[in-house]
């Protein structure tokens, strides 16, 4: 019997090591959950390992690549689809990263979907009145979605699959993306136009440079007074002091949250009984008319199970042939001369 692929597996929760445990039943690796996250502090734990595990708030930062890279580990596999939290240009060369491209568009767009009607019929505060028999409709009154436009910034598979929820409840759809899809049906509008427009919005697009802080103060003031916003992306999309100020003046009507920037910090965690350091999540949560979700737009049943199918694929396969069709670099599709163009690893 060949032998086993070791996987040092951080940030383990109790639904990661169910779906990770059914899914390398028949395989030939052998995994550690760590309860901790990947750190500074925690990364020699793993030592002796083939491969490290890591989900979204795992940061990688040069000192750990080069540790990671000390101990023999040349393969990160992220149990995830963004990779803003690793050094990814430092890593070149050094240890390749690996993702899970895609594990259930649907359960994100959904679950955007989800927040946005408990946001805009008041289903959070209707849920807490009647469970203390407080059948009163005072203050419920929300408004239809048929015939609102909703702005949806990002048409990749999240957005895309927003795009048509939205288009079956009646909705205007208008869209921003950087690389609109050719030929499709979607009305593409600039970025001004879509402020403007839009009774709703919705972020899809990945965390970049680029798109950081893409809401802030001055696209605020564009937008349509009362305007939703629903951000099931990455937290600093948004700029948070911003989007307070906003809530505040009453340019914005609601906010949905999956996604904070410095989420890192708190989500994932139960801090019931603590003391919240962090003034603007408290502050946000604070206001009746913003919801907040941690980060579990992925989580449902078949997003779990694809994720550790995908997840141990990307390991095997890595570890048998050198290369892994979702290996990602930082010249990944911006530059022809990336290997993995060829099917071939990324260095
Ligand atoms: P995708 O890569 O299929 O689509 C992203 C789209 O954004 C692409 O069409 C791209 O052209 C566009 N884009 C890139 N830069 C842009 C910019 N500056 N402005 C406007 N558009 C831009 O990605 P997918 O799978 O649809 O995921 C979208 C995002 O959802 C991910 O980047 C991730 O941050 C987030 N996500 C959140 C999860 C959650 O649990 N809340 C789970 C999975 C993903």
């Not at 090591?17 to 309860?35: L, P, T």
């Not at 199918?309 to 530059?335: P, R």
Request: charged share 25%.
């Amino acid at each position: 019997m060949n032998k086993k692929i070791r996987i040092a597996f951080f940030d383990a929760k109790d639904y990661d090591i169910a779906s990770f445990d059914q899914e390398k039943a028949n395989r030939n690796v052998e995994i550690s959950y760590f309860e901790t996250r990947l750190t500074e502090e925690t990364v020699r734990l793993a030592e002796g390992y083939d491969a490290v595990c890591i989900f979204v708030n795992d940061m990688v930062n040069r000192q750990m690549i080069d540790t990671l890279y000390d101990l023999g580990i040349r393969l990160i596999a992220l149990r995830c689809a963004g990779y803003n939290n690793v050094e990814i240009e430092y890593a070149f060369k050094k240890v390749h990263v690996v993702r899970v491209p895609a594990y259930s568009p649907y359960a994100v767009a959904e679950h955007a979907m989800a927040l946005l009607l408990t946001s805009i019929r008041r289903i959070h505060k209707a849920y807490i009145r009647t469970r203390d028999f407080n059948f009163s409709l005072s203050g419920l009154t929300g408004f239809d979605l048929h015939g609102k436009t909703v702005g949806v910034i990002g048409t990749g598979k999240i957005g895309r699959i927003f795009v048509n929820i939205c288009r079956g409840f009646g909705m205007n759809v208008i869209a921003y993306d950087k690389y609109p899809m050719a030929d499709s049906d979607i009305k593409y509008v600039e970025l001004d136009e879509l402020w403007r427009e839009s009774d709703i919005i919705s972020l899809h697009c990945p965390l970049t440079d680029e798109s950081h802080n893409l809401v802030n103060a001055d696209t605020i003031a564009k937008m349509k007074k009362g305007v939703v916003l629903v951000n099931t992306s990455r937290g600093a999309l948004i700029n948070s002091e911003a989007l307070l100020d906003g809530i505040k003046s009453r340019q914005i009507g609601a906010a949905c949250l999956d996604v904070y920037d410095e989420e890192s910090s708190i989500f994932f965690h139960d801090f019931s009984g603590h003391i919240v350091e962090d003034d603007t999540i408290a502050r946000l949560i604070s206001m009746p008319n913003v919801i907040v979700s941690s980060h579990q737009g992925f989580l449902t049943k078949e997003a779990l199970s694809n994720i550790a199918e995908t997840t141990l694929n990307n390991v095997e396969e890595f570890m048998a042939t050198g290369c892994c069709k979702n290996e990602i670099c930082y010249k990944c599709g911006k530059f022809a001369e990336c290997n993995r163009e060829q099917g071939m690893k990324c260095f």
